[in-house]
């Protein structure tokens, strides 16, 4: 499969943990995005990287919220002191110039704070 | 800021029925416009896209035209099968942006 994976599908956590995800793109795809989906919403971008640099942030990111893409090829999203309102749908996308940066979305993680 | 809206569902059809979902958008300039749809159990996948003006996106039986004049991207197939039952988003990407901007989503339930 040479689509964009994530990594875990789910995740169940107490309220104030951390959680950690990972996502990684469509292997010749230079940019990278996160969304975030709730239940019966569409998603709303959080964040955007070209390569290793992250060119973006939504007003959605909280400074609870980190997103990093080390040499430019996987990303990770980590969320510190989880709360209730966290829970949600967290989805990854990939583009290049190969497909007119179209971006192809990977099957998300699930996230439930309890 | 950019907004898409899209008309609320479920919408139930019957086989091979005639379909069309709503989508209005807002934006400046000159946006790109999506559809994305969503299988149950499965991942956000794109379905068509218009890119200018007067533009006719096409995939899988299904249409959109791009009309700058109502801010439109309306949906439409002219025979739905039950494998077409999924959720469809609108979407946009504004002039000079790369984040897409969706709407809320239309269930699409068809009935043999």
């Known amino acids: 499969d040479t689509g964009v994976s994530q990594n875990p599908r789910h995740k169940i956590t107490k309220r104030g943990q951390n959680v950690t995800f990972r996502c990684d793109p469509i292997s010749e795809h230079n940019r990278l995005y996160w969304y975030r989906q709730t239940l019966g919403q569409g998603p709303e971008f959080l964040t955007y990287f070209q390569n290793e640099a992250q060119l973006e942030k939504s007003r959605l990111l909280s400074d609870r919220f980190s997103a990093e893409r080390p040499k430019g090829s996987f990303s990770t999203l980590e969320i510190q002191r989880t709360e209730q309102g966290d829970s949600a749908m967290y989805l990854c996308?990939?583009?290049?110039?190969?497909?007119?940066?179209?971006?192809?979305f990977g099957p998300g993680t699930r996230l439930t704070v309890t | 800021g950019d907004s898409v809206t899209q008309m609320e569902g479920p919408v139930t059809l019957s086989e091979e029925a005639f379909l069309t979902i709503n989508c209005t958008y807002t934006?400046?300039?000159?946006?790109?416009l999506f559809w994305y749809v969503q299988y149950p159990g499965e991942g956000l996948q794109l379905l068509l896209k218009a890119t200018k003006a007067d533009d006719k996106g096409s995939n899988k039986g299904f249409e959109a035209t791009y009309r700058k004049e109502t801010t439109s991207f309306h949906l439409e197939k002219g025979s739905v099968q039950v494998s077409d039952s999924a959720v469809y988003f609108c979407?946009?990407?504004?002039?000079?942006?790369?984040?897409?901007?969706f709407g809320s989503g239309t269930r699409l339930q068809v009935q043999p």
């Open positions: 979407a946009l990407r504004g002039t000079g942006r790369r984040a897409l901007t």
């Open positions: 934006a400046t300039g000159y946006p790109s």
């Open positions: 996308a990939s583009s290049g110039r190969g497909q007119g940066y179209e971006q192809y």
